[in-house]
Structures are given as structure tokens and as C-alpha cells.
């Protein structure tokens, strides 16, 4: 029944991966799309499994929230609807010791975080690569006081797709063999935000982002080539 269940997950898993590879090679609902692999780390959450994964999710939550009205201005309309970031991630440990300098990301939460893949389409509102986009405006996505710690950004493209969706839900198969934590945006259309009552200032925006300049910045970029494997 194990071998079974196992079975099913990894046809889960090739699903997604086959289906951000399709979007990145064909495009979706008219609409070409830029891939992004992402990993999300969070400071010391308390309590079991999943209570630290209910957490960790709310928090991506929130980083997808505040990057829709950032790409499209209009998400509750039928149009707007249709180009929407589309978000895709899961839980994962980390598979072997890290150098000294990630040793924070094996020893907090015991090392658990979520790997994900972020695509926006190529006519959205962002003129520049959502990796550079959340590097310039680190704190709107990464709060101080906040459970997310950091974001590993990178860009990939159609040949890297099925690789990156694989190994950000290889814990799906063996270690972590449960598909209600397969987390995707967006979610209905009425939960989106919408107007400046969902925002953040932009004075208080603009405020976080100066601190944010004189300590280091949570969002960590790498070039296309190769995928992230950190962790």
C-alpha cells in the first residue's frame, strides 16, 4: 500500500514538474512566462511539523500577496485574472551538512523551509527580473520581527524547469509524504488584494527599504546557470 501511495506522489510531482515546464515552453492563457526557483528560510518558529508549516505558509502567503498588485494591477478582473504570478512550493529538510556559513539553515526549525518555483508573465508591471525586483525591495518581503528569514532567488528558464520542480519536491516521495502540503497561488480570485486599503504605504515602504540598506539583504539572487541545489 506504501509502494502504492509512494507511486501516486511521484506522479504528483512529475505533474508539476511537466506543467511549469509546458508554461515556460508554450506560455499560458496567451501569456509568455519568466520561471524563478525559490527557496524560503524562516527564523525559530515554536512548535511540531505542522505547526511550523502553517506558519511558514502564511508567511508565503504574504510574499505572494504583496507581489501581486506589484505585477498586475488589475488581478480581480477576468483579464487580470489570467496573468497573475503563479506560485508553486513545498517543505523540504536539508539533504547533507551545509558549510559553517549556512549552518543557521540546518539548525533552526531543524533545517525545515520551502522550496518553490514563481513564474510571471512577460507583459506584467515589473520591467525588470522579479529576482532583481525583490532585491531592490527586500523589506517589503521580507519583514523585520517576521518568521521568513530570507528568499534564495533565481531565474530559470524552459531546459532547467523539470529539474527545479523536481528537486524543490523531492521530499514529496520519501520524506515528507503529505500532497495537503503542496502550496499554490493563486488561490480563488476574492481572496486577492486589491486597492490601497491591501497595500502598504508607500511612506512606510519606503521607510523598511531605507533600513534595510544599512543591514544585509534577506533576498539572495544567483545567475540562471545552474539551478540552486543549496539545501
Not at 511539523?49 to 506589484?70: H, S
Not at 494591477?73 to 547533507?96: E, M
Not at 533565481?154 to 521530499?171: H, L, M, R
Not at 533600513?211 to 544567483?222: E, H, Q
Request: proline share 7%; with cysteine.
Amino acid at each position: 500500500m506504501y509502494e502504492i501511495s509512494r507511486e501516486r506522489r511521484f506522479k504528483i510531482k512529475s505533474a508539476y514538474s511537466n506543467w511549469v515546464h509546458e508554461i515556460l515552453k508554450h506560455g499560458w492563457n496567451d501569456q509568455l512566462w519568466n520561471g524563478f526557483q525559490v527557496t524560503f528560510m524562516f527564523n525559530h518558529i515554536a512548535g511540531g511539523f505542522d505547526k511550523k508549516c502553517d506558519a511558514m505558509e502564511d508567511e508565503i502567503d504574504r510574499v505572494y500577496r504583496t507581489l501581486v498588485p506589484e505585477v498586475e494591477r488589475r488581478p480581480r478582473s477576468p483579464a487580470g485574472s489570467k496573468r497573475l504570478p503563479i506560485l508553486v512550493a513545498f517543505p523540504d529538510y536539508p539533504q547533507r551538512k551545509l558549510g559553517r556559513s549556512s549552518f543557521l539553515d540546518v539548525k533552526i526549525n531543524d533545517g525545515l523551509h520551502y522550496h518553490g518555483v514563481i513564474l510571471v508573465h512577460t507583459e506584467s508591471r515589473l520591467k525588470i527580473g522579479l529576482d532583481i525586483h525583490m532585491r531592490d525591495h527586500a523589506a517589503r518581503y521580507v519583514r523585520a520581527k517576521d518568521a521568513l528569514r530570507t528568499i534564495h532567488i533565481q531565474p530559470i528558464d524552459e531546459p532547467t524547469a523539470k529539474t527545479a520542480v523536481g528537486y524543490g519536491f523531492k521530499a514529496l516521495e520519501w520524506r515528507i509524504p503529505d500532497t495537503d502540503r503542496i502550496f499554490v497561488r493563486p488561490r480563488a480570485v476574492s481572496e486577492l488584494p486589491v486597492g490601497k486599503r491591501h497595500q502598504e504605504p508607500r511612506s512606510a515602504a519606503k521607510a523598511q527599504e531605507l533600513v534595510a540598506r544599512k543591514r544585509w539583504n534577506p533576498i539572495i539572487t544567483a545567475p540562471r546557470e545552474p539551478p540552486l541545489h543549496r539545501f
